[in-house]
């Protein structure tokens, strides 16, 4: 059983700063892939960033120069860095992980979702 779970979220001013945290936790071997997706009500699940267990870094084009993606592998955990917040980035984030089990298979796990509201 794998488990992922977010925390950091909350509410913040336009312009304001956010750390989003995601630990893994379970029977993992290791993590591939990890990423940060987001959900604003009515709309889809989109990428937000992305980071190999190499730490080469991926970033959809809405948030390139005001978000980091990192991660620490011993610590089965992932962040976002979230600076120069705007309205539109309000919606749900979610974590991602590619997991590799004992079993020597690989799975993706979601959490349960972390909500971010910008607003004044």
């Known amino acids: 059983q794998v488990q992922l779970v977010e925390s950091g979220g909350g509410l913040v001013q336009p312009g304001g700063s956010l750390r989003l945290s995601c630990a893994a936790s379970g029977s993992i071997v290791s993590i591939n892939a990890m990423g940060w997706y987001r959900q604003a009500p009515g709309k889809e699940r989109d990428m937000v960033a992305s980071i190999t267990s190499g730490g080469s870094t991926n970033y959809a084009d809405s948030v390139k120069g005001r978000f980091t993606i990192s991660r620490d592998n011993a610590k089965n955990t992932v962040y976002l860095q979230m600076n120069s917040l705007k309205p539109e980035d309000t919606a749900v984030y979610y974590c991602?992980?590619?997991?590799?089990?004992?079993?020597?298979?690989?799975?993706?796990?979601w959490g349960p979702g972390t909500q971010v509201t910008v607003s004044s």
């Open positions: 991602h992980g590619l997991v590799v089990l004992t079993n020597a298979r690989t799975f993706g796990y």
